[in-house]
């Protein structure tokens, strides 16, 4: 078991590994009157954190899109233990997007976050 201070010095070690700032974003979906919707993202209050994004270990992959096979980019996120992540929002770091694919959200200390995203083309 790892006492709180320790803890407390482990996340704070870490910030110093995030160079990178992520804004993290949550879709609003409005109806267009016409049976569809509209999607607009906005940052999430206490959503502008440090982050480090690597590129993940499976370099590229295949995925699906709207029912048509593409070729996508796949990065792993480093973010504080507590920034406040969902997985349904977008992410943005240095102007581009970034979709969440996968969240881990089991750890055994609560250091950081990870999480696998592809950028939004």
Not at 8 to 27: E, G, H, K, N, S
Not at 95 to 115: C, K, M
Request: aromatic share 8%; charged share 20%.
């Amino acid at each position: 078991m790892i006492n709180d201070n320790r803890l407390y010095f482990m996340r704070q070690q870490l910030l110093a590994l995030l160079p990178d700032t992520a804004i993290l974003q949550a879709v609003t979906r409005i109806s267009d009157g016409a049976g569809s919707y509209i999607e607009t993202w906005t940052p999430i209050v206490g959503g502008t954190v440090p982050c480090r994004l690597d590129p993940a270990n499976l370099s590229r992959q295949h995925d699906q899109f709207a029912l048509s096979e593409g070729l996508t980019s796949a990065y792993q996120l480093t973010l504080p233990y507590n920034a406040p992540l969902e997985a349904d929002q977008r992410i943005v770091i240095g102007g581009d997007a970034y979709e969440i694919r996968r969240l881990a959200t089991a750890h055994d200390w609560n250091v950081s976050q990870r999480v696998l995203v592809t950028k939004v083309e």
